[in-house]
């Protein structure tokens, strides 16, 4: 399977844009970019996902790179609640039959935000 | 509408017994998978039932483990003969399972396994 890597931790201000960067230089064709996020004493929720082109949600958008090997994570205007460990992975269109089958979760990024 | 649940939040054992820990997926939710997470790591997957198919326990540390789903619904993992490195949150998600979509997992709020 494809590796992600992401910086153990990083640090904002309320209110202000975080990007949240992740890298995947060994990404396949059919490798879907997934972020999830885990608050404190919660499991993981799904935040956003992406295959080429940039996307936007109600929680986040997703900037991936033209030649698709990195990708960033962007909170607009972080707030306390954002703060959580933020997962990047990849997922294989084909892989699991109907479902795509497991997550495979790396350490993640620890985003801390000040008030 | 409801969310994964999962019983019973918390569970303290004595090494040497035998736990079984239980998730009830979203209705209509035809994927289901366990992991955990022990302090200080990451989420480590366990096993993932789809729909009739037999299900992926490759992520099954031991043999001590095992886990079932009854009716294609509600799940039980078993932990016989617990050790202390089982002491773990153990989550349950369960996903849409329909080909071609997200497939978005949606997770519960775990089971705190401690092993005495």
């Known amino acids: 399977d494809a590796k992600t890597t992401q910086p153990n931790s990083m640090e904002s201000n309320e209110e202000e844009p975080v990007h949240l960067p992740c890298n995947h230089s060994t990404i396949s064709g059919t490798d879907y970019i997934h972020w999830y996020r885990q608050l404190p004493s919660q499991g993981p929720e799904y935040v956003i996902h992406?295959?080429?082109s940039n996307v936007n949600n109600r929680m986040a958008s997703l900037a991936i790179a033209e030649d698709r090997k990195s990708s960033t994570l962007i909170l607009h205007r972080a707030t306390l609640r954002d703060a959580a460990v933020y997962y990047c992975?990849?997922?294989?269109?084909?892989?699991?039959?109907?479902?795509?089958?497991?997550?495979?979760f790396g350490q993640g990024t620890i985003l801390t935000v000040h008030p | 509408g409801a969310g994964v649940s999962q019983s019973p939040s918390n569970k303290v054992t004595e090494k040497g017994k035998d736990v079984e820990l239980r998730c009830d997926p979203i209705s209509g939710h035809t994927a289901l998978y366990w992991y955990r997470q022990s302090l200080g790591q990451g989420l480590e997957f366990l096993i993932y039932f789809q729909g009739n198919s037999a299900p992926d326990k490759s992520g099954l540390p031991s043999d001590r483990f095992s886990a079932e789903r009854t009716g294609g619904s509600v799940s039980t993992l078993t932990i016989q003969r617990t050790q202390q490195e089982d002491s773990a949150v153990y989550l349950c998600?369960?996903?849409?399972?329909?080909?071609?979509?997200?497939?978005?997992?949606?997770f519960g709020p775990g089971t705190r396994l401690t092993v005495l």
């Open positions: 998600a369960s996903s849409p399972g329909r080909f071609g979509l997200t497939d978005t997992q949606y």
């Open positions: 992975i990849l997922r294989d269109f084909f892989s699991g039959g109907t479902s795509y089958g497991k997550l495979t």
């Open positions: 992406g295959l080429t």
